[in-house]
C-alpha cells in the first residue's frame, strides 16, 4: 500500500516540544516535496513548513524560529521539531508529499499523499 502516517502529537504545556513524524510506505519519499500543515477547529488549514527533496526549507511567519523540518531519507520520514509550542499552536497537524509541490504566494501545492493526521495540543 502507499501512504503517509503522521505520529508524534499529544498533549504537552506552553513553552514544551514535540517532534512529530511523517513516514512514508510504498514509495520513496526522498523524491517527494514534503509539507506539514495544521488545522485547528473553526480555522483554515494553514501550511506551516516544507522541504524539498535537495533539502531547501521553508516556514511560516507563524513558526519559523520555533519549528524546524528535517529528513532522514534512510528511515523514508521527514520530522517536524517544534520547541517553545503556544496555545495556539493546538492542531491536528497534517503531512503531505508531492513530486512537484511548492509554494506560490500564500498557496500551498500538495496533491499526490496526506497522512491522516496527528493531534497536538498545548495547554497549561
Known amino acids: 500500500q502507499v501512504q503517509l502516517v503522521e505520529s508524534g502529537g499529544g498533549l504537552v504545556q506552553p513553552g514544551g516540544s514535540l517532534r512529530l513524524s511523517c513516514t512514508a510506505s510504498g514509495f520513496t519519499l526522498d523524491d517527494y516535496n514534503v509539507g506539514w500543515f495544521r488545522q485547528a477547529p473553526g480555522k483554515e488549514r494553514e501550511g506551516i513548513s516544507y522541504?524539498?527533496?535537495?533539502?531547501?526549507?521553508y516556514y511560516a511567519d507563524s513558526v519559523k524560529g520555533r519549528f524546524t523540518i528535517s529528513r532522514d531519507n534512510a528511515k523514508n520520514t521527514v520530522y517536524l521539531q517544534m520547541n517553545s509550542l503556544k496555545p495556539e499552536d493546538t492542531a491536528v497537524y497534517y503531512c503531505?508529499?508531492?513530486?512537484?509541490?511548492?509554494?506560490?504566494?500564500?498557496?500551498?501545492?500538495?496533491?499526490?499523499?496526506w497522512g491522516q493526521g496527528t493531534q497536538v495540543t498545548v495547554s497549561s
Open positions: 522541504i524539498a527533496s535537495h533539502r531547501s526549507t
Open positions: 503531505a508529499a508531492d513530486l512537484q509541490g511548492y509554494i506560490e504566494g500564500r498557496n500551498w501545492y500538495f496533491h499526490d499523499y
